[in-house]
């Protein structure tokens, strides 16, 4: 985040800051924060909590109440305009009498798209946009990926040591990193609508996946297993706590129906693609976006991710590197094609952080 220069800055980098606050909670909505002034002084401010509460500028105007008369409204996202799980915000802007909105970006959804500045101006209200839109639109990259790409916004969690190994020569991958990033690995998984994970993954570690060190929302849990080889005992099949999704083929389910009804019986959704091969992993993510999945965290083992890296599918990667040396051992990801260093795969915006005793490297795929 940039220091702000203007006093306009200084309460749009508070609105970013507050919205931050909805991280796991709101999505598939975007996060918003949202500030109002009047004569120099907060009067009320307030951000989007869980999906289907109150939007941000609901809980600010709320808290300002008459004050809000003739004071200016900041926001990073522009205001809704269209009636979904709430009624839309401008009328409630207009109504309480605002005088001027200050907002980093214009919204990506082709239900609001400039309508709700569109809509304040035509009720005399000032409208001015764009000021901090990258670390608005950093801030919600998913969402604004979904809404461009229509396709979920893909991420990559992976935890190595220093000589890129998942696991020892024995197989064991418990634990490769500390407790401290472990913990940021769940918080991490609670921002993401859906997890990802291959068959091996499963019947290797028997991985439950869900959110557990920190609080936040369960994703749904998604397993490629074009066989349908799982044993339906397996801990993510236990539905209690978070839904799953089975990828699968159509024969398989055709072959297996004994595993199908034990799956279906146990609440697990079960889609069987009856065109091309369960991995054309596009064919899956249009699948997830048409259920209303806007992010999928993919944390597969080294074939899956790669797969994922190849078919150039992948947004960002959260690689966390523990500070050990193995020697042998799984690798972090196989490429079916290797790469040349002119046509290797590199990161931009690159941040590296300090968690526990491990390093945690982020950044988004830059492709050649």
């Known amino acids: 985040m940039k220091r702000a220069k203007t006093e306009d800055q200084r309460y749009l980098v508070r609105c970013i800051e507050l919205a931050s606050k909805g991280l796991g909670f709101v999505s598939p909505n975007p996060m918003v924060g949202c500030v109002i002034v009047r004569n120099g002084r907060i009067v009320g401010e307030g951000y989007h909590k869980?999906?289907?509460?109150?939007?941000?500028e609901i809980e600010a105007l709320r808290l300002a109440g008459r004050r809000a008369r003739g004071a200016t409204?900041?926001?990073?996202?522009?205001?809704?305009?269209?009636?979904?799980?709430?009624p839309p915000c401008?009328?409630?802007?207009?109504?309480?009498?605002?005088?001027?909105?200050?907002a980093c970006s214009a919204d990506p959804n082709p239900l609001v798209a400039g309508r709700g500045v569109r809509r304040l101006r035509r009720s005399e209200v000032q409208?001015?946009?764009?000021?901090?839109?990258?670390?608005?639109?950093?801030?919600?990259?998913?969402?604004?990926?979904?809404?461009?790409?229509?396709?979920?916004?893909?991420?990559i969690k992976a935890a190595q040591t220093l000589d890129g190994r998942v696991t020892d020569f024995r197989g064991a991958s418990k634990w490769i990193t500390s407790e401290a990033a472990r913990k940021e690995a769940h918080r991490l998984r609670s921002s993401?609508?859906?997890?990802?994970?291959?068959?091996?993954?499963?019947?290797?570690?028997?991985?439950?996946?869900?959110?557990?060190?920190?609080?936040?929302?369960?994703?749904?849990?998604?397993?490629?297993?074009?066989?349908?080889?799982?044993?339906?005992?397996?801990?993510?099949?236990?539905?209690?706590?978070?839904?799953?999704?089975?990828?699968?083929?159509?024969?398989?389910?055709?072959?297996?129906?004994?595993?199908?009804?034990?799956?279906?019986?146990?609440?697990?959704?079960?889609?069987?693609?009856?065109?091309?091969?369960?991995?054309?992993?596009?064919?899956?993510?249009?699948?997830?976006?048409?259920?209303?999945?806007?992010?999928?965290?993919?944390?597969?083992?080294?074939?899956?991710?790669?797969?994922?890296?190849?078919?150039?599918?992948?947004?960002?990667?959260?690689?966390?590197?523990?500070?050990?040396?193995?020697?042998?051992?799984?690798?972090?990801?196989?490429?079916k094609s290797p790469l040349s260093l002119k046509s290797s795969i590199s990161l931009r915006g690159i941040t590296v952080r300090t968690i526990g005793s491990d390093l945690?490297?982020?950044?988004?795929?830059c492709y050649q």
């Open 50 to 56: 869980r999906f289907g509460g109150p939007h941000a």
């Open 73 to 86: 409204l900041y926001v990073n996202l522009e205001p809704c305009s269209h009636h979904g799980k709430t």
């Open 90 to 102: 401008v009328d409630a802007i207009i109504d309480a009498g605002i005088k001027k909105v200050v």
């Open 127 to 155: 409208v001015r946009i764009g000021e901090l839109r990258k670390e608005s639109e950093r801030l919600n990259e998913r969402f604004f990926t979904f809404m461009r790409t229509r396709l979920p916004f893909v991420g």
């Open 192 to 335: 993401y609508d859906a997890i990802l994970v291959g068959a091996n993954t499963v019947s290797h570690d028997n991985p439950q996946l869900t959110v557990r060190r920190v609080k936040g929302r369960n994703p749904l849990r998604v397993v490629l297993d074009p066989r349908l080889r799982l044993d339906p005992r397996a801990a993510l099949f236990d539905t209690r706590r978070a839904g799953t999704l089975v990828f699968t083929s159509a024969h398989a389910m055709s072959i297996r129906k004994s595993t199908v009804a034990k799956l279906s019986h146990r609440g697990v959704y079960i889609l069987g693609l009856d065109k091309g091969s369960p991995f054309d992993l596009r064919v899956i993510l249009r699948t997830l976006a048409a259920l209303g999945v806007s992010s999928v965290l993919v944390e597969g083992g080294p074939f899956t991710t790669g797969e994922f890296v190849q078919q150039k599918l992948v947004n960002r990667l959260h690689w966390f590197v523990a500070p050990k040396l193995l020697g042998e051992g799984l690798h972090t990801i196989t490429l």
């Open 360 to 365: 945690l490297i982020e950044g988004l795929l």
